[in-house]
């Protein structure tokens, strides 16, 4: 893994409003805020809950005085102290979120209710310690993160599988945050870092079920050729381009008379001056992440991921981006982020998706059982979550009988597959691992198999092409033995 990094040139639009002012001396190098409509709901700074942002990167500069008092507890995954950042890649990234917004001097954090968890996982070459950022991630979360930051990537290429990152060890780190209610936000990476620019797929862990996938737009709108494009795993956007944030002290230029005592990114090295990438992104939508979480901490993470992404703004020719279609499309998702459209929703009652506890079940080694109950009731995301897998352990010669009933009629499936199937996904998902494909009858998809070998079963809930969108769904099972029905 490399950090997503790239270079090119802003323009600049007209700001928009905000409804209580950044106050801070540095304010008007802070555009990406008010194209985020970051603190237009409220009239005055109001009082949020508290709302712990894991920043899995470089480290951080602990001295640096935006974040007095804003890091709660830090981690080194690598041989040297999570408290410096010698990258500057973290302290940068720490800034947009969590940069002090009373202070009286630099910037303003987007998030000004965010506490920060700082796990160090970069090399002194700049390449990500994999193990170390799995770690990491369990280490955020038993630390209480309720959003994980991770301006990381490794290239995907599901062409080639000698450029391809992937790594189950990632996978089952973002599947216990996961499952722990917690929102991951990732950059979906740079081409710079691909072996052409625009490369059509986003990075791993963006590009992993259940993580908030971000891409990054210039001041005009429009997007850049080094944000990486992907038709599923590019799920919202946000301002990446001559970003300005905080960098660690030890490396302020101290030839420059303006820039003693200032920790910033204009008086930075080079390539924090104009600060492009999706790494900077990313940040912007864990703080607005942040900050729902802080209006209604009983928001699950699931809920905080759609809101964010359902009430972005859509980005085409008419705003800045003659390249972008209507609707959601590969380079921007759903659009871009609109904090204010968020909050707006969750004020007026939007209706969210319900809490769905057997998350993250989107594989064999994840199934949940059904155990003794008969009838789960759970949802589909094609974009976000598109298969939920049950196990379920029944005896030879029952019959078993299966009913999935869903808001919209013939749009999802039911695989039943056979004791010993290795995977339901992808292609390594064989034909003679299948026992049985649903059927539709009555406005339900039904399966009615007799058991040929003790074991446990998987079941597989999906989409049916064409379908797209969130789907809730009611799954009921019984099986019969002799002349009666019983519970699977």
Not at 113 to 135: C, F, H, M, T, W
Not at 161 to 184: H, Q, W
């Amino acid at each position: 893994m490399k950090w997503v990094v790239g270079l090119v040139v802003a323009l600049a639009v007209s700001p928009l409003a905000y409804a209580f002012p950044n106050s801070e001396p540095l304010a008007a190098q802070q555009w990406y805020l008010e194209q985020d409509r970051a603190w237009s709901f409220w009239p005055e700074m109001p009082t949020l809950k508290l709302v712990k942002v894991a920043v899995i990167d470089s480290g951080i500069d602990y001295g640096h005085p935006e974040f007095a008092g804003r890091i709660v507890a830090g981690r080194s995954f690598v041989a040297s102290s999570w408290k410096r950042d010698s990258d500057g890649h973290g302290t940068f990234v720490a800034g947009l979120i969590a940069a002090d917004p009373a202070n009286g001097q630099g910037i303003a954090g987007l998030a000004f209710n965010a506490r920060l968890l700082i796990a160090k996982v970069v090399q002194p070459d700049g390449s990500v310690y994999i193990r170390g950022e799995a770690e990491a991630i369990r280490w955020a979360v038993r630390q209480g993160a309720q959003v994980i930051n991770l301006s990381l990537g490794g290239l995907r290429d599901p062409v080639d599988s000698r450029l391809d990152t992937y790594l189950p060890g990632e996978r089952a780190a973002i599947n216990y945050a996961v499952s722990k209610n917690v929102v991951i936000v990732a950059a979906v990476g740079n081409g710079t870092n691909a072996p052409t620019s625009p490369w059509p797929y986003a990075d791993y862990p963006a590009a992993l079920p259940h993580v908030l996938g971000v891409s990054a737009l210039r001041q005009n709108g429009s997007v850049p050729d080094y944000s990486n494009r992907d038709p599923v795993f590019v799920d919202i956007a946000a301002p990446g381009d001559a970003m300005f944030s905080t960098v660690p002290r030890n490396l302020v230029d101290a030839t420059q008379p303006d820039c003693v005592g200032q920790p910033y990114s204009n008086c930075g090295p080079a390539e924090f001056r104009d600060a492009i990438g999706t790494s900077f992104a990313a940040p912007q939508v864990s703080a607005a992440a942040a900050l729902l979480l802080g209006q209604d901490p009983k928001l699950t993470a699931d809920q905080v991921v759609w809101l964010l992404e359902r009430s972005a703004r859509d980005v085409n020719a008419s705003n800045g981006c003659p390249i972008c279609p209507p609707g959601r499309d590969s380079l921007t998702g759903w659009g871009r982020l609109d904090v204010q459209a968020a909050l707006i929703w969750l004020q007026k009652g939007v209706k969210l998706p319900r809490p769905d506890a057997c998350e993250p079940n989107d594989d064999v080694n994840l199934a949940c059982s059904f155990g003794p109950r008969r009838t789960i009731s759970a949802s589909l995301d094609y974009w976000d979550d598109p298969i939920d897998v049950y196990s379920i352990k029944l005896e030879k010669g029952r019959q078993l009988y299966l009913r999935l009933s869903s808001t919209t009629h013939r749009a999802l499936g039911l695989v039943l597959w056979k004791p010993g199937t290795p995977t339901v996904v992808g292609a390594a998902a064989v034909a003679p691992d299948r026992a049985a494909t649903s059927i539709a009858e009555g406005g339900q998809e039904r399966i009615s198999y007799l058991v040929q070998k003790s074991g446990t079963y998987y079941v597989e809930v999906k989409f049916r092409p064409p379908a797209r969108g969130r789907i809730t769904y009611t799954l009921a099972v019984a099986t019969r033995v002799g002349s009666g029905l019983l519970s699977g």
